[in-house]
């Protein structure tokens, strides 16, 4: 990590220790969305951080990687990341509003493809008061009222289907589904390092209860088979988190990267932010998962913090796709290189 | 961690698979099956010849840990026998690290030409994961000591010249600090080594001691401290000299069979929805597996110590080896029991030694259990619960 780049981790880890973390999580409930710290996020010019230099911004995709992370740790209820990927593809089209860029208008992604008029559940739905969606081969802008109200959902989060009538079209074609891939592979990075967050933050808070529940007189933490269950964490967390961070490098890159899966060498962006997704999830999935039960009934409670940390890393993890199906896009991916159909 | 090699590291390893291309022939993979040694003599001495033997010694010469572990990891890619050169190599590492001249000029200096092999002899009959309660006995008579002992997978003591030996010197103090490291040579009289066959094709050894005597000269670090000259030897060994990336032959040999194994509906096996979801996971577990082996190598090669670091990547390799073995051995049903030189064979037989060796690999070089140990004591702060 460069120096900068420390400095922006110091800025939104406070940040984001400051104005969010799990009480802003739980008092942002139903709708999933903390205005007053958006508000406040906005003071900082960070949702037009990713943006080029000279339109305002300047952050690369390593550098949001470190906001995402730090975002994640505290399951910050902010579209940062859906906004920072929009502004980025909106100024790719020259379509870029001023109230985008100092986040004053929300905007968001439809991840999936817009089905029969409808972008389907989409993480930023309820919210988001500009929405890039993807119609067979047109690059839509969806602009209307967004609804204030989420569909009620296992992560909290600010999810609303979204009709495209009035939506404008802002690219066509070739570009357009392009320009959408290359946005997606961003969102899947800087989802995985969200999700990486979600990890360390699960792994330090279950490390500090077992170390503070007694039971037979004892730390629970001073038993063997909960430190087992606990040091297989650590590994997965590093591991993804290298990932995550190979897949920014490689997005940052302005050479092709290459696929070769028989060696092992993989440098290609659209392989590596696909990995990232599956395994940061995955290790997300397990480390809330054990987090949550060596918490005992507590982790249970509503009262405790592990069960937000717990179902933010399941919404986050299959809100794309589900993990297998992902998986298939890998192998695509991996085989078409090789020679493999 | 820069994911950019340096242009020294680029072109080592391109000099490495060049050299791989060029020696591993069919000939040297089959006989180290057959034979169960995964050790090569004359590969070993062109390696030497090539001038990359000396930057397999870690800590020696100008090679840093990275190209230490990009030597290993294409070795280990490749499928090349090399278990025999990582254990060589680490022998040189400790003797770099704690040896006196005599010990240079008489083992290291052998080691570097390729022809001669080192074997460890630490566990015992009653003593694997709890090595500081070994009981094989060294006493010192004037300026020689006499050693009297059993050692238990002593892998590669039929090809070595020297056996890295660790004895107890002292029964007076806590365990720890009454063992001392001996270089002692194989040829000593009242040295036996007897095979110990395994599931996988792969031979190891037990080794006897009998009235073994050697002079002092053989003693490698102080006496009473052989538990820091293990310490050297585990520091340096962890994560880097292969190991981590099983995965990377193993599947190379099931896209083989995949591409060519018919599958349901006139299909082949590479179209199978669920092969296709598990060739991919492999190759994010491949990549995980490098990324924190290439991060162990990273901490080593800035001065730190990767013991936790490499205590992730073991068990990380190793656990998720044994899951991907298992996933495509299920996938290959019945062929995949099927052996070397079967016919009809899944993978050519690969699947089925794969599916032997794998249990193997979270035991040796520090079990799963000892490498949780150390994560959950020296990484998360746990209390010692031993």
Known sequence: MSADQETIQDVFSSFFTEQTGPESARNSMPLGFDAKAWERLSETGAPGMGVSLPAGGGASLSDLVIVAEEAGAKIAPLPIIDHVVATRILENLDSLEPEVLTGTLLAGLAIRPVENGVAKSVPTGSI??????????????????????????????????????GATVISEGTEATEVFERGLNE??????????????????????????????????????????????????????????????????REITGEINLTDNEISDFATLSSMSLIFAGETSLQATDRGLHYHGGYGFSEEYDIQLFYRRARAWSQILNSPSDECLLLADLLLEDNGVK | MDFELSQKAIDFRSQVKKFISENLTSEITLKMHETGTFNDKSFNESLAAEGLLAGAVPGYGDRDPVELYLLFNELEKA??????????????????????????????????????????????????????????????IENRWVINGQKMWTTMAHESDWVLLLTRTNSDVPKHKGMTMFLVPMNTPGIEIQPVATMASERTNATFYDNVEVEDQWRLGEIDDGWSVMGVALALERGVMGGTNPAVPLLKHVLNWAETTPSENKSLMIDNALMRERI?????????????????????????????????????????????????????????LL?????????????????????????????SEINRNNIAERHLGLPRNR
């Open chain 1, 128 to 165: 988001a008061n500009r929405l890039i969606a993807l119609d067979e081969d047109k690059l839509l802008l969806i602009n209307d009222e967004p609804p204030n109200k989420s569909l009620p959902n296992h992560g909290d989060l600010p999810i609303a289907h979204r009709g495209i009538n």
């Open chain 2, 280 to 336: 991919a996971r492999t190759a994010i577990i491949n990549q995980v597996g490098q990324l924190l082996t290439l991060r162990a190598a990273w901490i080593a090669a800035t001065g730190g110590m990767p013991g936790v670091e490499g205590s992730m990547a073991k068990i990380y390799a190793s656990e998720e080896y044994q899951k991907v073995v298992g996933w495509f051995q299920q996938m290959a049903g019945a062929e995949g």
């Open chain 1, 187 to 252: 969102w899947k990075t800087l989802i995985s390092a969200f999700l990486v967050g979600i990890t360390r933050s699960s792994i330090e808070m279950t490390v500090d209860y077992v170390k503070e529940r007694h039971q037979f007189g004892k730390p629970i933490g001073s038993f063997q088979s909960i430190q087992h269950g606990l040091a297989d964490l650590p590994g997965l967390y590093d591991g993804a988190r290298l990932l995550v961070n190979k897949a920014a490098w490689a997005g940052d």
């Open chain 2, 339 to 367: 052996s070397f030189g079967a016919e009809d064979a899944a993978a050519s037989g690969w699947i089925d030694y794969d599916a032997r060796h794998a249990p193997v690999t979270t035991i040796y070089g520090g079990t």
């Open chain 2, 79 to 140: 499928g090349a026998p090399y278990d025999g050169l990582a254990v060589t190599m680490l022998v040189a590492g400790v003797i770099n690290a704690v040896g006196t001249e005599f010990h240079r000029e008489e083992v290291l200096n052998k080691l570097l030409t390729g022809k001669h092999n080192c074997c460890l002899g630490y566990s015992e009959p009653d003593y694997g994961s709890d090595v500081a309660s070994i009981i094989t006995k060294a006493e010192k």
